[in-house]
């Protein structure tokens, strides 16, 4: 039976497709397949970036500064090293753009970042490698979809890219060493 945080993570997780403007895509991503994004403008890929890149960040400091399992802090502190340095070129992108990204979260990041906090020790760890597990894949395709007219945000996205993937990839291997 899924659990009460479990069910929240999903919902949280399929409501991104319907922000991106996909609503038809959140049944297929809540059940594990990441939505397509399509036609996103330069300021909008800005937001949802530095939303994205946020949320992973306090994540990642919230794993950090408490008793975790040793794989789960070790990529928190990967992502956060990654997640700061993409905070300064998204807000460098903004300003170039005069776009003042928003200081709170979208609602299901900032639902996610809720759900992790009360949790601790082996709990803590096994929920931020789902997180992570699950975020990282939308901010892929979040990056594909960069809008191809705005060459500095094609930049950004293939230059970013190739990390996100890696640390999907050390993020599997983390969920998988903490168990089921």
């Known amino acids: 039976m899924m659990r009460r945080s479990s069910l929240a993570l999903w919902a949280a997780l399929a409501l991104n497709s319907m922000v991106l403007g996909h609503p038809e895509h959140a049944l297929a991503q809540a059940a594990g397949a990441p939505a397509p994004v399509q036609g ?44 700061r340095a993409l905070g300064a070129k998204l807000d460098g992108l903004a300003r170039e753009r005069n776009l003042t990204l928003p200081t709170a979260l979208e609602f299901e990041h900032r639902t996610v970042l809720e759900n992790l906090e009360p949790l601790d020790a082996l709990e803590l760890s096994r929920r931020y490698a789902e997180v992570e597990v699950q975020a990282l894949p939308q901010e892929l395709q979040l990056y594909r979809a960069a809008p191809a007219s705005d060459e500095s945000l094609r930049a950004l996205a293939n230059d970013t890219a190739p990390t996100i993937q890696q640390l999907l990839d050390d993020a599997g291997r983390t969920r998988q060493s903490l168990g089921p």
Do not use: K, Y
């Open 40 to 83: 996103v403008d330069a300021a909008r890929f800005l937001s949802l970036a530095h939303s994205l890149n946020a949320m992973q960040a306090r994540a990642s400091e919230l794993v950090a500064s408490r008793d975790t399992r040793p794989e789960a802090r070790s990529l928190a502190t990967a992502m956060l090293e990654f997640r």
